[in-house]
């Protein structure tokens, strides 16, 4: 398809295992983005990605988590040992361009229909 | 920390009716704010924006009011129609170095026949 994909779309996992969650961004867009979404919360920012680099990998809310991407495409979310906090919703955006750059907005995003992971 | 607040999880309206959505924020670096829409089992897709220079942005159904002074922005949805039925995020930015949106909770808005 031409949107974000992204997979599993639900995955339930008992504490303590790694989880790996996928992205596959929009053809040609260099920045991708991860969100999560916990339970009536807004949408959290956790890494970006400006081609394979990383910059800032402060959003992360533990050593726990861990995210690359190759080839400037397909970005992989890995988080291990996983705890029942780490139940949310895992989103995946991707853009043209970086926003916040050159004026380019938030409205040039496009978002995946999300990963559900639950804990157990 | 929240910095961006919605503070009503639901509204319900009558088919034909305006609905309001409300959203306010903290951090007075923020210039640039829209709005998302997300259907069950969809990612938020991007409804409307504004520009901090600006006070009001309109896009046929969709008004988004800002008040800068207060730290609040609104968005209007005249009329409301079935279709309407989503969840709506408010979102900010700082467009000139900042790569990063931060997001409301989210408003469940429920449009009646």
């Known amino acids: 398809g031409a949107g974000v994909s992204q997979s599993p779309s639900n995955k339930v996992t008992e504490k303590g295992k790694d989880v790996e969650l996928r992205c596959d961004p929009i053809?040609?867009?260099?920045?991708l983005y991860w969100y999560r979404q916990s339970l009536g919360q807004g949408l959290e920012f956790l890494i970006y990605?400006?081609?394979?680099?990383?910059?800032?990998k402060s959003g992360l809310p533990s050593d726990r988590f861990s995210a690359e991407r190759t080839g400037g495409s397909v970005s992989t979310l890995t988080i291990q040992r996983t705890q029942q906090e780490d139940s949310a919703v895992y989103l995946c955006?991707?853009?043209?361009?970086?926003?916040?750059?050159?004026?380019?907005?938030?409205?040039?995003?496009?978002f995946g229909e999300g990963s559900r992971l639950t804990v157990l | 920390d929240q910095q961006v607040k919605q503070n009503s999880p639901s509204l319900s309206v009558q088919e034909g009716r305006i609905s309001i959505l409300n959203c306010d924020y903290t951090?007075?670096?923020?210039?640039?704010f829209l709005w998302y829409k997300k259907y069950p089992a969809e990612g938020p897709t991007f409804l409307i924006s504004?520009?901090?220079?600006?006070d009001k942005n309109e896009d046929g159904r969709f008004t988004v009011f800002l008040n800068k002074s207060a730290k609040h922005l609104s968005l209007h949805i005249v009329p409301s129609q079935p279709g309407d039925s989503a969840v709506y995020f408010c979102?900010?930015?700082?467009?000139?170095?900042?790569?990063?949106?931060?997001f409301g909770a989210g408003t469940t808005v429920t449009v009646r026949a």
């Open positions: 955006a991707s853009s043209l361009a970086l926003i916040g750059t050159s004026g380019r907005a938030g409205g040039e995003l496009f």
């Open positions: 053809s040609g867009h260099t920045a």
């Open positions: 990605f400006q081609g394979n680099s990383a910059p800032d």
């Open positions: 951090n007075s670096m923020f210039d640039y």
């Open positions: 504004i520009s901090s220079i600006k």
């Open positions: 979102a900010a930015m700082r467009r000139s170095n900042d790569y990063k949106l931060s």
